[in-house]
C-alpha cells in the first residue's frame, strides 16, 4: 500500500491550507485514515483520524480549525487546516490502517511539509 499526500506549503499566520492522500495498492479494505504531524525535536503526534464509517477523532489542538472528510470511493483522505498558527508548522504525515493479505498494517506517507509565518 502505498500513500501520495499532496498539499501543504507555506502560509501565514491565519491563513488555510488543504492537504489531500490517495492510498493505492492491494488491500481488502481501509479502517482508518488520517493526520499525523512532526515539528523538528517533537514526537510524531496525532492530527485528525476519520474511520470508513466516519467516525472522527481530533486532537484537541486541531478542533474548531481543522476538518478531516473521507472520500471512500477514492481511498483519499483530506485535511482542511484554517486558522492556521505557527505553532502548526510541521511535516504532516497520512496514514491508514488497511487490511491486506497479512491482516491489518499501518502504512504511511512520506510526508509534506507545513509552514506557517507568523
Known amino acids: 500500500v502505498q500513500l501520495q499526500a499532496s498539499g501543504g506549503g507555506l502560509v501565514q499566520d491565519g491563513g488555510s491550507l488543504g492537504l489531500s492522500c490517495v492510498a493505492s495498492?492491494?488491500?481488502?479494505?481501509?479502517?482508518?485514515m488520517g493526520w499525523y504531524r512532526q515539528a523538528p525535536g517533537n514526537q510524531r503526534e496525532l492530527v485528525a483520524t476519520?474511520?470508513?464509517?466516519?467516525?472522527?477523532n481530533y486532537a484537541d489542538s486541531a478542533k474548531g480549525r481543522f476538518t478531516i472528510s473521507r472520500a471512500n470511493a477514492k481511498n483519499t483522505v483530506y485535511l482542511q487546516m484554517n486558522s492556521l498558527k505557527p505553532e502548526d508548522t510541521a511535516v504532516y504525515y497520512c496514514?491508514?490502517?488497511?487490511?491486506?493479505?497479512?491482516?491489518?498494517?499501518?502504512?504511511w506517507g512520506q510526508g509534506t511539509q507545513v509552514t506557517v509565518s507568523s
Open positions: 495498492g492491494t488491500m481488502f479494505s481501509i479502517n482508518y
Open positions: 496514514y491508514c490502517n488497511a487490511g491486506v493479505i497479512v491482516g491489518k498494517r499501518d502504512f
Open positions: 476519520i474511520t470508513s464509517g466516519d467516525s472522527i
